[in-house]
């Protein structure tokens, strides 16, 4: 396997401009392109939540939420670095630049370190690997000589740049309080803390010990931005009100000025000797007199701003991305709008990302995000208002007979219709075409958790908590509503999937499987089947009643995820006959000994590829692809071995089409570019990628459109057998190399594709440039 991602480790320096995906930007549209090819990575992360800036050159370098950017200021484009193309970690909380020893240092929310020297990587993860008390967020970064000093949730670490190796610990007092900001002042190291301003001099003795250090400043309670300008220490400390107060140092004492603040000072900062103070609600310049100079308040929500050495004025926006001086919008790379996600659909090579969301215990999180729509390669965001001001949206449905038709299910305001992104109406109970149910009546308090298209074009919804838990909308528009005896108004319904027989499945956490078919008409109730699986044998036989996620795969099984591990319906058509229908754990040997598969994992998502391979998501787990039978283990990404960005998949979701499978993950959205792709019943559009192969590149070869699960034969001119394969659906996988694993020579080579039969045969060509 070739997956083009390298793991950091410490001292280990990493080219990441020769694998960094250049996204190009303009200006006024925020368009880009990631191009991947097959076992190639692409993030899908949020990039306009913007917490730091620094100037290094002619860029400006970006900390987003969860990865970095920079935006160069000669070409006016837009640059991401993230884990996929060379850093170590995700969640970015800080970052700073030294000139003295050309470091940019990126400090991440659970103290990893990266040093970025000559567009080369280094990690250090020791303080990461400690095991320490309490917060490890890297706040901010400040530079004396060659050492960087970070303000961390614990204390201060001192790095050597030089010598890329943690130095130093420093604990400011007994309660291990967390530094918020750093400076140096007067050869005088100045602390923000939740219980003051803390100093000691930078030459003085085991600093290490809190008794070298002295509260310099407490009467204001938590202190925050640290910044100097002159002989002025300036420093914003909260007050009883919870806004913040800015108070300079002058002569040894501390006064108040600009008091009438009522906004929260996120940022201090000196540039071309003026002093920047990023507020709430804007970007504050004062002189060396603290007297203001400027006032910007065009920004959204500012985080921290800089001038540059043109005398420019950026501004890092958690909302809008990076501004310059008075525009009125930012600069950032196309992405979805935040990095939720709940859930996901795909079809047809459009990607509908559902970023609501429920408690534990299945109430409202009030997450207002809009829905996000990954289309033409291109993230397309719909907001709050544009959705009707739904929150919480948590399903969301293509319809694969017209694709620019989306449902969007909510736990609040029912369900939604749009039409080419453009919301058409809000199904609840108030309208008259409508049969949802309202867990409180007369209130917008829907519950809506899943949705699914039937071979008929009929639109399934389950809700929760209601006496309808499934409806159906039937093409024309009319509505019909199912109630099932013996399941109360307290349960709890999910996902759902309709088999090959017309069975709808549906999850019910905590209480097993809903399975139901209407039979006949959906007006004659006389002859519905239903029947609640558990774990019961001869009633599902689930291994746990707690089930997750479903899906049906290309032969019409149905594989549940439960909470303890995957369980598979091979004969779901015989859910009302009365044969034997029960699920089935798949066996596996490991280490010698035999288990069921994934039985200790809780199994958060499934997604079946175009060779019928399973794609198995866990909260806690990693991420991993197994054979079409479930006993071959063939990929497992986790964070240490993988760009994957966290252990907790959420969501998955594939599109067939170029074989990218998306991953949802509690840390954002990323996509693995897959070797299997939809089978076709005939030939069609047969190409192969790269082509012609150039001498620089080492990855695998993709050879598409062709019929499902074709023999694939590669042979010389002369017709001599250089490599065999079988397609994985409908493309095949070429690593470039012969039977003995050799690099195959310049020259043309024949690829000849047939189907099992021999009825539908193909013959393209290969150019290799050595």
Known sequence: ????????????????????????????????????????????????????????????????????????????????????????????????????????????????????INDEVYNIPDIKMKNILGSKRINNIMFIGDEAYLACGFGIVVLSVDRLEVKDTYYLNLAHDGVADIVNFHDTI?????????????????????????????????????????????????????????????ESGWSSFESGSYF??????????QLYVTREDGVYLYDENLSSIQVYSNSVKPYG???????????????????????????????????????????????????????????????????????????????????????????????????????AGSWGKGLLEFKDGILQKTYRAENTDSVLQSVVPGQDYYRIGGLEFDQNGNLWVVSTEVDHILSVRQPEGSWTGFGFPGLGLNTRAGDIVVDDYNNKWILLPGNGILVFNENSTFSNNL??????????????????????????????????????????????????????????????????SYQYLLEAERITAIAVDGANRKWIGTESAGLFLMSEDGTKEIYRFTETNSPLLSDNILALAINHETGDVFMGT??????????????????????????????????PIAIRGLVLDADVKITDISGNLIYQTKALGGQAIWPGKNLNGVKVSSGIYLVFSTNEDGAQTMVTKVLFLN
Not at 220 to 234: D, M, R, Y
Not at 264 to 273: A, E, M
Request: hydrophobic fraction near 40%; include cysteine; glycine fraction near 10%.
């Open 1 to 116: 396997m070739v997956v083009i991602w390298v793991n950091v480790l410490m001292l280990k320096k990493v080219e990441i401009y020769t694998c960094l995906i250049l996204a190009l930007f303009a200006v006024n549209t925020g368009l880009y392109a990631q191009v991947v090819g097959v076992e190639q990575w692409a993030d899908h992360l949020s990039y306009n939540k913007l917490l730091q800036i620094v100037e290094v050159n002619n860029r400006i370098y970006c900390a987003t939420e969860q990865s970095v950017f920079y935006y160069d200021k000669n070409d006016n484009s837009v640059n991401r670095l993230s884990k996929v193309n060379g850093l170590s970690d995700v969640g970015v909380s800080s970052i700073a630049y030294n000139p003295l020893s050309k470091a940019i240092i990126l400090g991440y929310s659970n103290a990893n370190i990266d040093v970025i």
């Open 190 to 250: 100045f602390a923000s803390t939740e219980s003051g301003v803390y100093k000691a001099p930078i030459s003085g003795f085991n600093l290490s010990d809190f008794n070298s250090w002295s509260l310099e400043y407490g009467l204001a309670g938590a202190c925050g931005a640290l910044g100097v300008i002159g002989e002025n220490l300036i420093v914003a400390c909260r007050g009883i009100s919870d806004t913040d107060t800015l108070l300079a140092r002058i």
């Open 264 to 273: 929260l000072i996120k940022d201090i900062g000196t540039y071309n000797n």
């Open 305 to 407: 701003a800089i001038g540059d050495s043109e005398g420019n004025l950026w501004v890092a926006d958690n909302y809008a991305g990076l501004i310059k001086g008075a525009a009125s919008w930012g600069i950032f790379p196309n992405g979805p709008w935040t990095n939720r996600c709940f859930s996901m659909d795909c079809v047809g090579g459009d990607l509908w990302v559902a970023p609501g969301g429920r408690t534990g215990g299945w109430g409202n999180s009030y997450i207002s995000d809009g829905l996000f729509g990954y289309l033409n390669n291109s993230w397309e965001n719909i907001s709050f208002t544009e959705v009707d001001s739904t929150h919480d949206i948590t399903a969301v449905e293509i319809n694969p007979s017209d694709q620019s038709q989306l449902y």
């Open 527 to 592: 002859d519905d089947d239903y029947l609640i699986l558990n774990n019961s044998v001869g009633l599902g036989n689930l291994p746990d009643k707690d089930v997750v996620s479903i899906a049906k795969d290309l032969d019409g099984e149905i594989w549940v995820g439960t909470n303890s591990g995957i369980t598979v319906f091979y004969s779901p058509g015989d859910v009302f006959s009365g044969n034997e229908f029960d699920s089935q754990q798949i066996l596996i040997e490991e280490d010698s």
């Open 666 to 699: 509690d840390k954002g959205v990323l996509s693995f570019r897959s070797g299997a792709i939809e089978g076709l019943s005939v030939h069609s559009n047969v190409i192969a990628f790269p082509n012609p192969v150039k001498p620089e590149f080492n990855g």
